[in-house]
């Protein structure tokens, strides 16, 4: 039974009144939620640089923006990388909007499977590790750690994701998302994604902090700032079965919070410089599109001319727009194009 050892020490109980307190100032706060979506495609960008930067992916965000925005045909193992982490994470934020997640071995399986499609073989993908694994210094290339052996993997997943379920109630979000983070890279699931995998089933608990701007959240942009201080703090050395009863989890939870209140403070400073432009505002026949789109499930021009006198080449410009701005994707060609 996983039974972590940690104390509540000043410094993380201060941690964690002041994360609650910016909570409450955050929620207080009422943004237009079109710079809501362009803030939130702007975290996404971020979290996927940060979290595969620090897995070593060379690309720099310029180049990972791009990626996300123009989707190439042919992806290197770099792009296939940061396009994988940017789909999960954009289905964890629709199923996060839908309510509740329930942190189970399967979704972090399924989680893992988004995270290295196309990048490892079938047998790895989406399924607990069957071989052993060993964790290297990246600078002296020698093992530090040696997680435990594959075949107690599962049960110790298991252990893990109950141990989250039936605490949910009785200790503290910040806690249990702390917890879960460095114990599931204590036990290296899987051959490959252990660490995006984490940071990305880590999102799912912090959720239930009640930030209304969750999705304006990249904790993993605080971890790559300074990678060598994450992995010094998240991991362990030794092996499992010799230091797995006196691993001590405080440091790492003082760590933890101290990104967390980073994060905040970072979103907390980004709102009030937020206002609508002149790319962001919609107008009102923009926003009849949308409301088109709303009920039918597509538009068409042809749908377009009806709801507007505008000219052709303002009513391509207007549909641009909201192209740019991710609220519609373009679907066939020529004069078989429509939008959803």
Excluded at 193 to 216: H, M, Q, S, V, Y
Excluded at 279 to 291: D, F, G, N, Q
Excluded at 303 to 310: E, P, V
Aim: proline share 5%.
């Amino acid at each position: 039974m996983f039974n972590p050892k940690y104390t509540i020490t000043n410094k993380l109980l201060a941690n964690i009144k002041r994360i609650n307190s910016l909570v409450f100032e955050l929620n207080q706060k009422k943004i237009p939620k079109i710079v809501l979506y362009e803030m939130e495609k702007s975290a996404r960008e971020i979290s996927t640089f940060a979290s595969t930067s620090i897995e070593g992916n060379p690309l720099p965000l310029t180049d990972v923006k791009q990626i996300l925005k123009s989707a190439p045909q042919h992806l290197k193992s770099s792009e296939q990388e940061i396009i994988n982490y940017n789909k999960a994470l954009e289905n964890i934020n629709k199923k996060l909007n839908k309510g509740i997640i329930s942190l189970t071995v399967d979704l972090i399986c399924s989680i893992q499977k988004q995270v290295i499609n196309k990048l490892a073989p079938a047998f790895e993908s989406g399924e607990l590790r069957l071989k052993p694994v060993f964790v290297n210094n990246p600078k002296t290339r020698q093992t530090i750690y040696w997680p435990p052996d594959a075949k107690d993997v599962p049960s110790l997943m298991k252990e893990l994701t109950e141990f989250i379920k039936s605490n949910q109630d009785k200790i503290d979000p910040l806690i249990l998302a702390g917890l879960f983070h460095k114990q599931f890279v204590v036990i290296h699931g899987f051959m490959d994604g252990n660490g995006r995998t984490a940071r990305l089933a880590t999102k799912i608990l912090l959720r239930n902090l009640g930030l209304n701007t969750f999705n304006l959240f990249s904790f993993e942009n605080y971890y790559n700032r300074n990678v060598t201080n994450y992995f010094n703090n998240v991991g362990v050395i030794g092996n499992y079965y010799e230091i797995e009863d006196s691993i001590d989890f405080t440091p790492w939870m003082e760590y933890f919070t101290d990104g967390i209140i980073d994060e905040l403070l970072r979103v907390k400073k980004l709102l009030p410089e937020v206002s609508l432009s002149p790319e962001t505002e919609l107008m009102p026949y923009h926003k009849k599109i949308l409301e088109f789109i709303r009920i039918k499930g597509y538009i068409t021009d042809r749908d377009y001319t009806k709801l507007t006198d505008r000219a052709n080449a303002t009513r391509i410009l207007d549909f641009k727009k909201l192209l740019n701005l991710g609220l519609i994707k373009r679907y066939g060609k020529g004069r078989a194009t429509y939008y959803k």
